[in-house]
């Protein structure tokens, strides 16, 4: 009995110690006192920089140092228009935004089909496709490739979409990670202007290693190319397209 008497005095101290801490805590939030982590105060300059990157102007890791902010918490403050994908099958994306993709897909692949901007964050992925391009942009208003880490892409493909990266529309690629890329076809291919501002690649290819249509422009990277057909090539045949390279590191073997 008096085991029981102690336990239901016990348990009532509990409830009235309980029951002051929420009342002591709705009156701090009343007063306007803030629980928890500091905020995260968003730089001033955030948004700029942030516009920046997301269209491939700067990197992520330039972004950051501008900002003075660590990885963990660039990542936080970035807009809701970010998404995180692991790959365990196909992915189709049909909205706008960022996407940090990671992970291996042992047999599929990543299609874009959207009226807006996407940028794909590739962080040390394997994509294999053996039917159809790895990457496969069918519409968007520009697609940004950045490179982290080690990737892997390797891609059969049809004459109709041939290229292991195929974008129809204006394709960016940067990053200072790595991409080693085999096709039975052609490696990157843009049926518009394809840009590469830096990054690792090292391509293996059938035919052609690097196409685009209207224009090629390489502004740096590092470049391993075995192709059958052309290292780096345009396919305009109306106005002639056009190939500008103001930096980078080329090996080629075609």
Known sequence: LMMTMLGAVAQLERSLILQRQKEGIAIAKAKGVRFGRPEIKCPEQFESVYNDWKCGKIKGVD????????????????????????LSGD????????????GTLSDGTITVNTRGSVKLVLNNVTINSSDGPAINVLNAENVYIELVGKNTISATVSEEEDGAIYSSDDLILMGDGTLTLTSNIDGIVSKDDLVIESGTYNITSEDDAIRGKDSVTINGGT????????????????????IYISGGTFNIES
Request: proline share 0%.
């Open 63 to 86: 972004a950051m140092r501008i900002l003075g902010l660590k990885k963990t918490t660039f990542y936080k403050t970035i807009d809701s228009d970010e998404y995180n994908i692991t």
């Open 223 to 242: 470049f391993n190319i075995k192709s059958n057909g052309d290292g780096i090539k345009t396919t305009n045949e109306e106005e002639k397209g056009s």
């Open 91 to 102: 992915v189709t994306i049909t909205k706008e935004g960022v996407y940090y993709i990671s």
